[in-house]
């Protein structure tokens, strides 16, 4: 199985190749992913989170997707916050943890986020937090969580993303290239798994650059927020509402 998703890592240009890569290698890493998320963050990832959901204002009673749950952190924010929440992700084994550790009380759903199993607008809010660097058909993806929102719903992304100051920028790629993949690969016995997602971080578009593409795909409005000098950023992306 390692090496069919050695296999599929190199074959970039497939998107069904690349996304049984990702799948493995999330599947892989299940055992550590919440402790090291937690570590590897020093536990401002939980903040962001908060601050994502947050973004969203009063969620009572109100239908919310969150994709690419991994283990269930900003569903049971969600679901705290009064929200309706459905968990989708394309890992069998993160959704398992999240039910596990009572993060996923509600609907689980094993699918691609890219393709999602819902009619249009059936949504009030999607969450998608640090998912979306991992998604290779990106074009698909804006289309269909602008497909299944309501109109005036909202689309949260919350993804790490690269500082722009000199030595801020120069201080972080030392710990994707030198500290992230080590201490990630001591802890959880993978470490070809972090070495390859500290570079989905040095690879992926920046926050402006992902702004216009959203806009491009039909979202009226997008504000993009720096997080800890820019080491993350939150997207807040909203759909129309009727007659506008």
């Known amino acids: 199985q390692r090496q069919m998703c050695i296999r599929d890592r190199h074959n970039e240009r497939d998107p069904r190749a690349r996304k049984r890569f990702i799948r493995g290698l999330f599947d892989s890493i299940v055992p550590s992913y919440d402790r090291l998320n937690r570590i590897l963050s020093l536990g ?8 994502a959901v947050k973004a969203l204002g009063d969620m009572r009673g109100a ?5 690419c749950c991994g283990t269930g952190d900003v569903t049971r924010l969600l679901s705290r916050a009064g929200a309706d929440v459905v ?9 398992a943890r999240g039910i596990e550790r009572g993060a996923i009380r509600g609907g689980a759903v094993i699918a691609d986020a890219s ?6 607008a059936q949504f009030r809010a999607l969450t998608i937090a640090f998912g979306i660097r991992n ?10 969580t602008l497909r299944v929102l309501e109109p005036g719903g909202t689309l949260v ?8 100051g000199m030595f801020a920028g120069w ?13 990630g690969g001591l802890v959880s016995g993978e470490p070809f798994a972090y070495s390859y997602l500290a570079g989905t971080i040095r690879t992926f578009p920046d926050p402006d650059a992902l702004a216009a593409r959203l806009r491009a795909h ?4 997008v504000d993009a927020k720096p997080l800890t000098l820019g080491i993350a950023t939150l997207l807040v992306c909203g759909k129309s509402p009727v007659g506008i």
């Open 44 to 51: 401002i990832d939980a903040l962001w989170r908060r601050g």
């Open 63 to 67: 239908r919310a997707l969150d994709l």
């Open 87 to 95: 968990s989708l992700d394309f890992s069998p084994a993160m959704l």
């Open 115 to 120: 393709a999602l199993p819902f009619p249009g």
């Open 135 to 144: 998604i290779p058909d990106l074009d698909a993806f804006m289309a269909e």
């Open 157 to 164: 992304i919350l993804e790490l993303t690269r500082p722009r």
């Open 171 to 183: 201080a972080y790629t030392f710990y994707l290239t030198r500290v992230l993949p080590w201490v």
């Open 218 to 221: 039909g979202f009226a409005w």
